[in-house]
């Protein structure tokens, strides 16, 4: 079975600074996805970005960075120029690949990190 | 656009009795549905999953269940609820064409139990 892990329960970051948030997970898996899931305070949970574990290249979006390091097992979160809304609970999650096209995601999540960007 | 949406948002129950939390999407058709817990300093766990109406897999065995009457409905039930059960439950949904992977979750539904 597949297990992920977040280190850090806690984390502060001032605005306009940049913050990373790590994840380790373990699997015997040749191919499989990542995902960083946002959870804002009493807001739906987001998905923030996504690798696929046969892409060497690791994933963007906008100010969100992943450094990917598949032989270390490491998924770790760069959050650049951090914004007061990105306040969150953040969740790095697993995902082995569908047999079958249009089967479930069944996701593995970890237990989260707490962010709070200060002024 | 497709929209997600979970009832109660809060319930208080106490031990023994029954519990029905319901789930239903929008504007999207054949979906994927889940139903998540989220418990202080252990994540989410996934409990149950659907891919079409009265087909559900449960991944833990558990005090509840889940059912599936309508396309875009999904239901978390139990006949008589534990302390354990408390927590906070997500339902989500996904859909084959869009990223695979992607969720979209609805607001939650906190139960505690007493």
């Known amino acids: 079975a597949q297990t992920v892990t977040q280190s850090q329960p806690e984390m502060s970051v001032q605005e306009a600074e940049t913050v990373t948030l790590s994840c380790t997970y373990d699997?015997?898996?040749?191919?499989?996805?990542l995902f960083w899931y946002k959870q804002p305070p009493s807001r739906q949970m987001i998905l923030v970005i996504r690798q696929e574990a046969y892409k060497q290249q690791n994933a963007t979006e906008n100010r969100f960075s992943v450094n990917f390091q598949k032989a270390a097992k490491s998924f770790s979160l760069k959050i650049s120029d951090s914004q007061l809304g990105d306040t969150a609970m953040y969740f790095c999650a697993f995902m082995k690949p569908n047999a079958k096209h249009g089967t479930a995601s069944k996701l593995t999540f970890g237990t989260g990190t707490r962010l709070q960007v200060t002024l | 656009s497709q929209t997600i949406h979970q009832w109660p948002a809060t319930l208080v129950q106490p031990v023994g009795s029954p519990l029905s939390l319901e789930c239903t999407v929008e504007g999207t058709s054949n979906p994927n549905l889940y139903w998540y817990r989220q418990a202080a300093g252990r994540g989410l766990q996934l409990l149950f999953y659907?891919?079409?109406?009265?087909?559900i897999s449960s991944e833990v065995p558990q005090n509840l269940s889940a059912s599936r009457p309508q396309d875009r409905q999904f239901i978390l039930s139990s006949k008589k609820l534990l302390l354990s059960d408390s927590g906070f439950y997500l339902c989500?949904?996904?859909?084959?064409?869009?990223?695979?992977?992607?969720?979209?979750f609805g607001e939650g539904s906190r139960l505690t139990v007493l």
């Open positions: 989500a949904w996904s859909v084959w064409y869009r990223r695979l992977g992607e969720l979209f």
């Open positions: 659907s891919v079409g109406i009265g087909q």
């Open positions: 699997t015997s898996e040749s191919n499989y996805y």
